[in-house]
């Protein structure tokens, strides 16, 4: 196949209702035998600029449009959109709800059956079989994980034969393993059928390990576009627009007198390249075995014996915890790993009483849940859901973190809530409807939600989960100052940088039960258990690892640290 | 107070997944094997033919074949019973008031007389709901998504409609689960009544104000769901398909009355023909 080329010619583009434009001379040049990243802070306009490129902008959205964008021979103004994206596929960020038939063949084969295409079903198995799910076609949508719908949502743009597919941060919606995944497929069908692959990405680490160029986007233009390896290393105006550079370029950089750099006078972008590059510790390894997070403590939670499930349309009941103990001390902060299926959910929602034990007890805070409603547990217990959009209730955030109190007719509510407020400093979102928030907004509202009622037990389901880099600092941020105000904490998350910073109990859960109850720095020793649990260690973890540097490093900061003084030598 | 949550939560899943399973596992479903136009005229006919008899007999025999296929189309027990539940409280609710009035205005053999004259004059008008809302049941239940909207497609129903259909169909598990969770975020929220009252009634009030309140949350959900929905059919080319006449022919193009579809009425017809007859 030959190339076909995106070319974005003085495009200026304001949205109908707004004052000022997104886009404002923006120039770029994208063709199909790279793929490539578009990165930007947020409202720089990466979408906007996206969603030119197959026309929605602006037939769709018909705002003040200058300038013309051409994908190959055709002027996007004199097309249309389901025209365009027979040549530009688009995955949106909320794939989910790009999904519209119930049943996966059904659904990828909806728009070449929209185009009156007659081979519509080998198209359609094809694509499927491309993103390796020819096995799933005659599922339900619903019945499929995250991960597998984001690629039914590829297969069904794939089914098109586009020149282009754009993919709107995939890995913001899946977890790591997920995202993995997809990126390996996206690499792959870039290179074995040359369509060109374009991904809006704030993970500076999949950019690294998989795009070839790397496209800028700043205050409504493209402020360059340059070969991932040479991008990645503009550090400054990285940070600047909010994009962590890969761990091992800041550790890179943090090191004295270049002592980080390659031969080429660059800093690294993946670990492979570092490896090469740091100066390495060659000391013997030894692997020491460090205590496990229980301490001499009061107990809170005791989870004993416990077997779970629940009905599946197909399959009978499926059995989640099997014979599950677990005891959970004042004063711990858990994590809870795993590959999705293995029960992290489950346990959360065990111990806020919504569900009751199949077999065996939980008992909270001297409370067996068997006995005790929900709604007493939850007096002392607090539930952050993860998706935080469900917590939303009311029409403002102040108004949902007063909820709880206001149904216990508490004394001095507005105080209260006033104090949960700035102690969490969401003055700037406290009187705007929870629901329109952007999603790390959202988050740090739930949690504020979650602490008005001054709990003993916090639980979080993936309170990381689909953050960019800032808002995701900000919760970790606020995470470590509940600690002040509750006993315990326990997160269930992928989010292994979060694990390596905050925790101090980590509990990975397997298929068939608890893989390991250790603290972080002794579960990131044995990589093997990782990969068993679909984790894959923080680049640091990853670097000290392969560099030898024992104890291992959790922080880039410990690591500069040991480079320093070791390297030195 | 003993509560019984296990109990209550496992029916509440336990339902979920029986009303899951009426309407998304169609593959063994009698009446999803004949051609949806056939089986959509066949429930538009049933539906009226009951009302052209008066006897309690045929209507019985109606009766027991509309809940045989009932079965056979694997029907939620679930909503079977409802229906009947609501067409039994409704009837035995006419009843019970139409008796008391006769009894009031002292019609003779007492009350409990009336009782049984009521019943059994209304026990036909009964019968005759029942078996069509049975088949109704049946039918809509038992055809998979695809094949309903295809049927009516063909039948001349607007495609915006029919696509409506399937995307229900789509949405609606998705809807269930966030619906649920809205309730049980709810419930960690709010404080139960300190007494429960008699049968736990205060408790039961406040569930279903929960439920209520969840609604409010959920229809805000949907309508954001919607703006990339909308989006994302602009790019598979929906507006595209509509005036498109190749992209109807290919929706519609297998479709076809085989022997066994004609077999399906005629053998339906009979049994009517039969029950007319001979009862």
């Given at each position: 196949m030959s190339t076909t080329t995106i070319t974005v010619e003085d495009l200026t583009f304001r949205y109908p209702g707004?004052?000022?434009?997104?886009?404002?001379n923006a120039n770029v040049t994208i063709d199909s035998k790279n793929v490539t990243a578009i990165i930007g802070g947020n409202g720089s306009g990466k979408t906007t600029l996206c969603k030119a490129f197959n026309g929605l902008i602006p037939h769709f959205f018909n705002g003040a449009f200058e300038g013309t964008v051409t994908v190959g021979d055709t002027v996007t103004t004199e097309s249309d959109v389901s025209a365009l994206s027979r040549t530009v596929g688009y995955v949106f960020q909320?794939?989910?709800?790009?999904l519209v038939q119930p049943i996966v063949l059904d659904d990828v084969a909806f728009a070449p059956k929209n185009h009156g295409l007659e081979d519509y079903r080998t198209r359609a198995m094809e694509a499927l079989t491309t993103v390796g799910l020819e096995d799933a076609a005659?599922?339900?949508?619903?019945?499929?994980?995250g991960g597998q719908q984001h690629l039914v949502a590829l297969a069904g743009v794939l089914a098109m034969d586009p020149e282009f597919i754009i993919v709107d941060e995939p890995a913001a919606q899946l977890d790591p393993h997920n995202a993995r995944k997809t990126y390996d497929r996206l690499r792959e069908i870039q290179r074995n059928s040359d369509v060109g692959v374009i991904v809006i990405e704030h993970h500076t680490e999949f950019i690294a390990d998989y795009c070839d160029r790397l496209v800028m986007v700043a205050d409504g233009g493209v402020a360059w576009t340059e070969p991932v390896d040479v991008g990645l290393n503009r550090v400054d105006e990285l940070l600047d627009a909010d994009i962590h550079p890969p761990q091992v370029t800041q550790i890179a950089r943090d090191l004295?007198?270049?002592?980080?750099?390659l031969p080429n006078g660059r800093y690294p972008v993946t670990v492979g390249e570092a490896v090469g590059a740091f100066p390495t510790d060659t000391s013997e390894r030894s692997h020491r075995a460090t205590p496990d997070?229980?301490?001499?403590a009061e107990r809170l939670i005791n989870v004993c014996d416990v077997t779970h499930g629940y009905p599946t349309l197909r399959e009978g009941r499926k059995t989640v915890l099997d014979g599950f103990d677990l005891e959970l001390y004042a004063g711990n902060r858990v994590a809870l790993v795993g590959a999705?299926?293995?029960?992290k959910s489950t346990l959360l929602r065990l111990l806020t009483g919504l569900e009751s034990p199949d077999h065996g007890t939980v008992t909270v805070l001297g409370d067996d849940t068997n006995d005790t409603l929900p709604e007493e547990l939850a007096e002392e217990t607090v539930y952050i859901h993860?998706?935080?959009?469900?917590?939303?209730?009311?029409?403002?955030v102040r108004e949902d973190i007063a909820y709880y109190l206001r149904s216990r007719d508490a004394p001095e509510i507005d105080e209260r809530v006033e104090n949960v407020v700035e102690f969490l400093n969401l003055e700037t979102i406290a009187d705007r409807d929870g629901r329109l928030l952007s999603i790390g907004q959202q988050r740090r509202a739930s949690l504020a939600i979650g602490l008005a009622t001054d709990p003993t037990i916090v639980l979080l389901d993936?309170?990381?989960?689909?953050?960019d880099l800032e808002s995701r600092r900000e919760v970790t941020q606020m995470l470590s100052r509940s600690a002040s105000k509750t006993e315990t904490i326990v997160i269930a998350t992928h989010d292994l940088q979060l694990v390596a910073e905050w925790a101090d109990r980590v509990v990975v859960l397997g298929p068939d039960g608890i893989l390991a109850d250790e603290t972080p720095r002794s579960v990131f020793e044995r990589p093997e258990l990782l990969d068993r649990a679909h984790l894959r260690p923080p680049q640091v973890v990853e670097l000290s690892d392969r560099l030898g540097?024992?104890?291992?490093?959790?922080t880039t900061a410990e690591i500069v640290d040991r480079l320093r003084t070791e390297g030195v030598q | 107070m003993g509560y019984l949550d296990a109990i209550r939560d496992i029916t509440i899943a336990d339902i979920k997944v029986d009303l899951m399973r009426t309407a998304y596992?169609?593959?063994?479903?009698?009446?999803?094997?004949?051609?949806p136009r056939v089986v959509l005229i066949w429930s538009a006919v049933f539906v009226i033919v009951p009302w052209f008899f008066y006897e309690p007999a045929p209507l019985f025999a109606m009766l027991v074949a509309s809940l045989l296929l009932a079965y056979l189309s694997q029907t939620s027990i679930y909503l079977l019973g409802l229906l009947i539940w609501g067409s039994l409280s409704n009837i035995g609710f006419i009843v019970l008031v139409s008796s008391v009035v006769y009894w009031w205005q002292g019609?003779?053999?007492g009350l409990r007389g009336a009782v049984v004259d009521n019943s059994v004059a209304l026990l036909p008008f009964t019968m005759k709901l029942t078996v069509i809302s049975v088949v109704s049941l049946a039918a809509f239940s038992a055809m998979s998504p695809k094949k309903l909207a295809k049927g009516m497609l063909s039948l001349g129903v607007p495609r915006p409609l029919t696509f409506a259909i399937a995307y229900g169909y789509r949405m609606m598990p998705v809807l269930l689960e966030e619906y649920h969770d809205l309730v049980n975020s709810l419930r960690l929220r709010n404080k139960p009544p300190e007494s429960s009252g008699l049968l736990r009634w205060r408790y039961y009030l406040y569930l279903l104000k929960l439920s209520i309140k969840a609604f409010y949350p959920m229809a805000f959900n949907v309508a954001k769901r919607s703006r990339v929905t909308v989006e994302a059919m602009e790019t598979k080319g929906f507006s595209h398909s509509l005036g498109d006449e190749a992209s109807r022919e290919l929706r519609l193009g297998d479709l076809e009355v085989m022997p066994r579809d004609v077999t399906f009425m005629l053998v339906s017809l009979l049994f009517v023909i039969v029950v007319a007859v001979f009862l």
């Open positions: 707004s004052d000022d434009p997104v886009l404002r909320d794939f989910e709800n790009q005659d599922r339900f949508i619903w019945e499929l994980s004295p007198d270049g002592d980080g750099t997070g229980r301490g001499s999705n299926g293995t029960g993860q998706n935080p959009e469900e917590m939303f209730v009311e029409e403002t993936e309170p990381t989960g689909s953050l540097v024992d104890p291992l490093s959790l | 596992d169609n593959e063994d479903a009698l009446l999803n094997k004949f051609d019609g003779s053999g």
